[in-house]
């Protein structure tokens, strides 16, 4: 949806968001960068970027960020500068940020809450509805990262099937595109132009990093689960999201999660915290009932 929200806007927007969500001005910089990340330089500094265009990427680009950066700032004091005093997994880590994006800020009650306050700094005209929808919109993509995240997980299939194919032996690099290719026509129904929008267009394993993408979805089931276990535990959860007060997710979230470091493995850790490991079914019933509701099937 191109807004053409001015960039003065978006990043008041952001800044409003990252104050609910208690991000300490004096320990967190915000600033843009073509492929948004997050650094963490010392105990109170972290650093987040953002992309800024004429949708509203930069906001909840910033969001995903900034649920790094409060797993972050939320490590353990006690054990810095030990092993431990890190994020549990690159998946939880990514949980915390796509709690935040999808559980938070692509969800219906979010909206509700804040649209008022939203249309009355952007001015825009478009009905919520179909604001909200526009969010979640859910298409088949090239690109990895552009993806929604109903598509998304397919993504990761498919890198990592091809992942597992190379360190087999089983396909040559020669071959890789082929195999890539065609699976994106079974997973997702569409052929890539050119590599940039194909076997290219991450930067992985050009690095070294096999294994790294199941990662990303692992964050994806992680999320769901935080999400319905926090539902459980704070029972005025959507009441406080109508009144964007944050607090007792924060709080839940500091607890449970940031204040173990990585005292525990992801799987003891989603165990005590949600009371199993690794469940996919959590995910999938989620997606199943927020997406049945937006598109009536
Ligand atoms: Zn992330």
């Not at 994006?101 to 649209?115: D, G, N, P, V």
């Not at 604001?131 to 979640?136: A, L, Q, T």
């Not at 919109?137 to 397919?154: G, H, K, M, Q, W």
Request: net charge positive.
């Amino acid at each position: 949806m191109h807004l053409n929200i001015p960039k003065k806007v978006q990043k008041a927007l952001i800044h409003e968001f990252l104050g609910w969500m208690r991000l300490p001005e004096d320990k967190v910089r915000l600033s843009s960068s073509p492929h948004p990340f997050t650094t963490g330089i010392a105990p109170s500094d972290v650093r987040i970027t953002t992309r800024y265009t004429e949708t509203l990427e930069s906001f909840f680009t910033a969001i995903h960020e900034a649920g790094h950066a409060l797993y972050e700032l939320g490590l353990p004091n006690k054990y810095v500068n030990t092993f431990i005093y890190t994020q549990a997994s690159y998946g939880i880590d990514e949980s915390q940020a796509l709690f935040w994006e999808y559980h938070i800020a692509k969800s219906r009650t979010f909206w509700e809450a804040y649209w008022s306050l939203f249309v009355e700094q952007t001015g825009i005209a478009v009905d919520l509805d179909t604001f909200y929808k526009e969010v979640n919109l859910v298409r088949p993509s090239f690109i990895r990262v552009n993806a929604d995240e109903v598509t998304y997980p397919l993504h990761i299939i498919l890198r990592y099937d091809i992942e597992k194919l190379l360190l087999s032996g089983a396909l040559k690099p020669k071959g890789a595109k082929g195999v890539w290719n065609k699976m994106m026509k079974e997973l997702l129904n569409i052929t890539p132009r050119s590599d940039n929008e194909g076997i290219l267009q991450d930067i992985h394993w050009a690095t070294g990093d096999f294994g790294y993408f199941p990662t990303y979805a692992l964050g994806n089931i992680y999320a769901a689960m935080i999400r319905k276990q926090i539902g459980k535990e704070i029972k005025e959860f959507d009441r406080h999201t109508r009144a964007l007060d944050f607090n007792p997710a924060i709080k839940w979230l500091i607890h449970h999660i940031h204040r173990k470091g990585k005292t525990q493995t992801p799987s003891t850790l989603m165990r005590r915290v949600c009371g199993s490991e690794l469940q996919p079914k959590v995910f999938l019933t989620y997606l199943k009932e927020k997406y049945e509701e937006i598109y009536n099937f």
